[in-house]
């Protein structure tokens, strides 16, 4: 009787391990693997500081509006370049609205920010989310990162690297 005690004391946690996970749903294999922005395809909640310290969140963008995140850092010259080609053909984004987001502290990105003259651009909002939950919701590796959201707010294609003015002018129209 004993050795019958001590197996099911023994067996016990596994068991009702086994029987806990049958009862869960969990989330498929597939979908617990892929990152972030594609499990919860709308634009991330986090906070972004703007220029003047002021904080923002997905909340303040503008509805039903094409969005276009452009995740960057202040010393990328990919991100610099992708920059001016974007000033440069600015009245092509006209429709979107683009949110440029950085890693690096607010005082940094205001660098960036003056060094650009992004004030003079309407569609542009530019934050720090110096947290840098941004990196890990998108899965960065290299910058920049590029992410195209629907005028419902719904992912559409994202770019890691670099991308094309004209890709990107496509997406957004």
Same mark, same amino acid.
């Given at each position: 009787? *004993?050795?019958?005690?001590?197996?099911?004391?023994?067996?016990?946690?596994?068991?009702?391990?086994?029987?806990?996970?049958?009862?869960?749903?969990?989330?498929?294999?597939?979908?617990? +693997? $892929?990152?972030?922005?594609?499990?919860?395809?709308?634009?991330?909640?986090?906070? %972004?500081?703007?220029? +003047?310290?002021?904080?923002?969140?997905? @909340?303040?963008? *503008?509805?039903?509006? *094409?969005?276009?995140?452009?995740?960057?850092?202040?010393?990328?010259?990919?991100? *610099?370049?992708?920059?001016?080609?974007?000033?440069?053909?600015?009245?092509?984004?006209?429709?979107?609205?683009?949110?440029?987001?950085?890693?690096? @502290?607010?005082?940094?990105?205001?660098?960036? %920010?003056?060094?650009?003259?992004? @004030?003079?651009?309407?569609?542009?909002?530019?934050g720090s989310e110096p947290s840098r939950q941004i990196m890990y919701f %998108?899965?960065?590796?290299?910058?920049?990162?590029?992410?195209?959201?629907?005028?419902?707010? $719904?992912?559409?294609?994202?770019?890691?690297?670099?991308?094309?003015?004209?890709?990107?002018?496509?997406?957004? @129209?």
């Amino acid at each position: 009787m *004993k050795h019958y005690l001590i197996v099911l004391l023994l067996c016990l946690p596994a068991w009702m391990n086994a029987q806990s996970t049958k009862t869960s749903n969990p989330a498929p294999a597939a979908t617990r +693997d $892929q990152p972030p922005y594609l499990q919860f395809p709308t634009p991330p909640a986090f906070k %972004y500081t703007l220029p +003047d310290g002021k904080e923002i969140t997905k @909340k303040d963008l *503008k509805k039903n509006v *094409k969005t276009l995140i452009f995740v960057f850092s202040v010393d990328c010259d990919h991100c *610099k370049h992708l920059t001016e080609e974007m000033l440069k053909n600015i009245n092509k984004f006209k429709k979107a609205q683009i949110l440029m987001v950085t890693p690096f @502290k607010r005082e940094l990105m205001k660098e960036y %920010y003056d060094h650009y003259n992004i @004030k003079n651009y309407p569609n542009i909002t530019m934050g720090s989310e110096p947290s840098r939950q941004i990196m890990y919701f %998108y899965n960065l590796h290299y910058f920049p990162g590029l992410f195209i959201y629907d005028k419902k707010g $719904q992912f559409v294609k994202g770019f890691e690297g670099t991308a094309k003015i004209e890709d990107l002018v496509e997406l957004l @129209k």
